[in-house]
């Protein structure tokens, strides 16, 4: 037989009444040891309990880009989920939580994230599809994130990022780069162009040093019967004296893409040694420089295919050059890997004046095949910008943009279906002031300049809505930025270009650090 008393104890008790408690606690331990089992099990399963609300309730707020947790998810009970379950799930988070924030608190965050609060400018909490949690949806980068933080990292941290005009220079793409390489260290230079995409452009994602080639883009082209890569264009050799120059520091691999056919030339790769190993006793001048010959292997006229070259870079070398013997040599770029070294890599495939229609005329097993051999943890959208302004001028329709938008995500998650994927929505698009053209369609639409183009509100949602719909995380780049003051406040600063469209280059890497401080606070606050 055994006695059962359920006690409820008040914090504010006379003295009366906690004597009597403790005599009634007295006389349950003499009548039965069982007595004092059973309370003793009745408050280690309210204390259960109450901590795993507590930890759900934190789980469940998704002001910092974590989970929500609605009336349909199911929850967790005490019977399923243990209490040392539940400790090791707050530990883990609460071990991601102390690591961001030490690295917010970091020097190299500090210039980037004043010139953020400076403006009020702030990360908005990542979006992610109805039907999946933060952790499902960005598994493979939080995996990624939490190998290469441990004390053997052995993993990459690949993002590819397509884009418009905003990133073709490499710009918003740099400062992320920058970022996760402080991080995590650097895996190569990742995918770059055999050629600039216009003259005098910088090269800081193409080759060092090119020659002769006949660049074709997605935009602005004269329609060449040779396909385009996930670079947004393809490269065409004029002659003999074609060629790219790509340098590098701990690389070992080099990846080249081109297109095989049967009238491709010969092309070759030379590799040349480094200063300091010129003036060692190990140095040949005859051996040198390294050289491999590659040759089509379409020789049929119906044949055409991607082909893909890995060239494994020797030792003490820091500088490669591919060369092609003639003309039609058709090469989409290369990318320059460390096999051997864990850490972070951040590709760039943005070209000028390009929207969602436009990037879907890249071919099919083309991007296929590229996007498979890189491989990349992360696929990330920028665009939005020109299909604001195509759709204002009525240069293109918004049945056109509900239709390529949501496409073109399609195709990036069936090239690469275990990939992850981040859609950032659009940043303010104003009314230019001094714009005649502008000026009219501001009054039309009962709005004033530096006021968002009505246009905005019809081709924001449908990104939101594509990237809920192939399962991409969601960014909302124009409430980040702080929403209809974000472009008066930059050029207030002087952070804005003339044509009131694209931030200089310290308001672009502050939007890069907008998209990586998003994906670092969703990484806190995820238990997976």
Not at 397 to 426: F, H, M
Request: hydrophobic fraction near 35%.
């Amino acid at each position: 037989m055994g006695i059962g008393i359920r006690l409820k104890v008040k914090k504010s008790h006379s003295v009366k009444k906690t004597f009597f408690l403790v005599f009634i606690i007295l006389i349950c331990a003499a009548l039965s040891g069982f007595a004092l089992g059973a309370c003793q099990h009745h408050l280690l399963r309210e204390t259960s309990h109450n901590k795993s609300m507590h930890q759900l309730d934190t789980k469940g707020q998704n002001h910092d880009g974590g989970e929500s947790i609605s009336e349909d998810m199911p929850v967790p009970s005490v019977e399923n989920t243990s209490v040392s379950e539940i400790d090791k799930e707050a530990a883990h988070v609460s071990m991601r939580q102390k690591w961001v924030s030490s690295i917010k608190q970091s020097d190299a965050w500090s210039t980037r994230t004043q010139n953020l609060q400076s403006l009020s400018m702030k990360a908005a909490p990542l979006i992610m599809p109805p039907d999946q949690s933060t952790a499902a949806t960005l598994k493979n980068t939080f995996a990624a994130m939490d190998n290469l933080r441990s004390e053997t990292p052995s993993e990459r941290l690949r993002l590819s990022v397509f884009g418009n005009s905003l990133i073709a220079s490499d710009n918003i793409v740099r400062a992320i780069r920058e970022s996760l390489e402080h991080l995590y260290g650097s895996a190569g230079r990742g995918f770059l162009l055999m050629h600039p995409q216009l003259h005098k452009a910088p090269r800081r994602r193409t080759a060092n040093g090119s020659w002769h080639w006949n660049i074709h883009k997605l935009v602005m082209d004269d329609k060449t019967k040779y396909p385009k890569g996930i670079g947004g264009l393809v490269d065409i050799s004029e002659g003999w004296k074609t060629y790219s120059r790509f340098h590098y520091t701990d690389e070992d691999r080099l990846t080249v893409f081109w297109w095989d056919h049967p009238w491709s030339p010969h092309w070759n790769t030379r590799m040349y040694p480094t200063d300091e190993f010129k003036n060692t006793d190990d140095y040949v001048k005859q051996n040198w420089p390294i050289k491999l010959d590659i040759q089509s292997q379409n020789k049929k006229k119906t044949q055409r295919s991607l082909g893909i070259t890995d060239v494994q870079l020797v030792p003490n070398t820091d500088k490669v050059r591919v060369g092609v013997n003639g003309k039609y040599g058709v090469f989409f770029g290369a990318s320059l890997e460390n096999t051997n070294n864990s850490g972070a890599m951040v590709d760039t495939m943005g070209i000028i004046a390009t929207d969602a229609e436009d990037w879907e005329h890249v071919d099919q097993d083309v991007y296929i095949g590229m996007m498979t051999k890189l491989s990349p943890t992360l696929v990330v959208h920028i665009l939005g910008g020109n299909e604001i302004k195509k759709l204002a001028f009525k240069w293109k329709s918004l049945e056109q943009y509900q239709e390529a938008i949501p496409a073109w995500i399609a195709r990036s998650k069936k090239a690469v279906p275990n990939t992850d994927c981040l859609v950032v929505g659009p940043p303010q698009n104003i009314y230019r002031p001094g714009s005649p053209r502008d000026y009219r369609a501001a009054r039309k639409a009962g709005k004033k300049t530096w006021h968002t183009r009505a246009e905005f509100y019809d081709i924001e949602p449908i990104f939101r809505e594509a990237a809920a719909l192939h399962g991409c995380a969601y960014l909302d780049m124009y409430q980040s930025m702080g929403g209809e003051d974000a472009f008066k406040k930059l050029h207030g600063q002087g952070w804005l270009q003339p044509d009131f469209i694209h931030p200089r280059r310290t308001g672009l890497d502050m939007m890069g650090q907008l998209i990586v401080d998003s994906i670092l606070n969703a990484y806190a606050q995820s238990s997976g």
